[in-house]
Nanobody, 123 residues
Framework: QLQLVESGGGLVQPGGSLRLSCAYS????????IGWFRQVRGREREGVSC????????EYLDSAKGRFTISRDNAKNTVYLQMNSLKPEDTAVYYC????????????????WGQGTQVTVSS
């Protein structure tokens, strides 16, 4: 059973940075793509970015391009989301999700989810 655990969230001032981590276990993840999603209270969950087992990257969120960077370390079974120049509108619960093979933006095409980590951008 694949398990995902997010960490690294917290309170940060506008313009600051955070690095989120998604640690996975339970299966060989080389065949899995790992995506980052976020959900603002009262709004639908949306895709941020995704990285395939081979390292291919898909960026879903236009507002995050140039500020957020996804990466993975297969030796550490961890995927990261480096978030720079954070804005108050980035405040959300951030989730990582996994699916076999290719990245998928649709929520229901990602069968495995972590519990989420809260990111709050505020002065």
């Amino acid at each position: 059973q694949l398990q995902l655990v997010e960490s690294g969230g917290g309170l940060v001032q506008p313009g600051g940075s955070l690095r989120l981590s998604c640690a996975y276990s339970g299966e060989t993840l080389n065949y899995y793509s790992i995506g980052w999603f976020r959900q603002v209270r009262g709004r639908e969950r949306e895709g941020v970015s995704c990285i395939s087992g081979g390292g291919g990257i898909v960026e879903y969120l236009d507002s995050a391009k140039g500020r957020f960077t996804i990466s993975r370390d297969n030796a550490k079974n961890t995927v990261y989301l480096q978030m720079n120049s954070l804005k108050p509108e980035d405040t959300a619960v951030y989730y990582c999700a996994a699916r076999r093979f290719y990245c998928a933006r649709a929520i229901d095409e990602n069968p495995f989810w972590g519990q989420g980590t809260q990111v709050t951008v505020s002065s």
